[in-house]
């Protein structure tokens, strides 16, 4: 998947995420999904390792108290080009680009969820999903942000993957679980996935309970390949 050219437009925002990236733990791309090998800055020129990665994480107990969704402003045309988040995902995610018509209006097209390795070919069976849940953001901090911050994050288009589009299906069953509670239930997306929700925490200074670190250090044992690049919104 390539969004530069969707997400360009953002390089100037305050809160920019260079591309986020997980391979499989057999191979050093996960070329199902089109998605390359990232590595992550430490100085001194290699990747941080999904268990590097997961031992950067702070680990906090996780609080609801408050939470509403509506406190995260969703779908927000950042750069005023007619097209929202949910827009701008499904076009930069797109494996057969949608025409893209007045004000945006998206026809055709065709989408790869990795969630469930399906293809996808009507967008209205797709979600974009905040890979780390807003009501999860929530418990691991984001319950102490301003509105500003709040709405940065549910559309940060600024990072690879933070949002990605996914059949309904799966992201409907995630909810707002933790890795503890629910995976991709396609097997060859487990290391993208748990490479997905660490970069995401990290970039954004949230924190992880003790049964979700647990998952997380046991699943990235196996996931030896799996390398990440994060910067702080």
């Known amino acids: 998947m390539n969004r530069t050219r969707r997400r360009a437009a953002f390089a100037a925002a305050p809160v920019l995420l260079l591309a986020v990236a997980a391979c499989s733990p057999d191979a050093p791309t996960d070329d199902a999904k089109g998605k390359p090998n990232a590595s992550a800055p430490d100085g001194k020129g290699r990747g941080l ?26 779908w927000v045309d950042a750069d005023h080009d007619g097209c929202d988040t949910r827009k701008e995902i499904l076009l930069a995610e797109a494996v057969k680009k949608p025409r893209e ?12 969820s990795y969630y469930d390795d399906k293809t996808v070919t009507d967008a209205r069976k797709l979600d974009i999903d905040h890979v780390v849940p807003l009501a999860e953001a929530w418990d691991s901090g984001a319950s102490k942000w301003s509105a500003e911050r709040r709405e940065s994050y549910a559309n940060d288009l600024g990072a690879e993957r933070s949002l990605v ?11 707002d679980k933790d890795p503890a509670q629910w995976m991709p239930p396609a097997k060859d997306a487990t290391c993208t996935y748990l490479a997905d929700w660490v970069t995401t925490k990290l970039r954004w200074s949230l924190t992880i309970d003790t049964e979700e670190r647990g998952k997380l250090r046991e699943t990235a044992s196996t996931c030896a390949n799996t390398t990440v690049e994060y910067e702080k919104a």
Do not use: I
Request: glycine content about 16%; some cysteine.
């Open 49 to 74: 390792s999904l268990r590097e990665a997961v031992g950067r994480l702070k680990t906090a107990a996780e609080v609801r108290t408050g939470y509403e969704r509506d406190k995260f402003h969703l």
């Open 101 to 112: 018509g007045k004000s945006c209006g998206l026809t055709g097209g065709s989408w790869r």
């Open 165 to 175: 589009a996914v059949s309904l299906g799966p992201n409907r069953t995630k909810g």
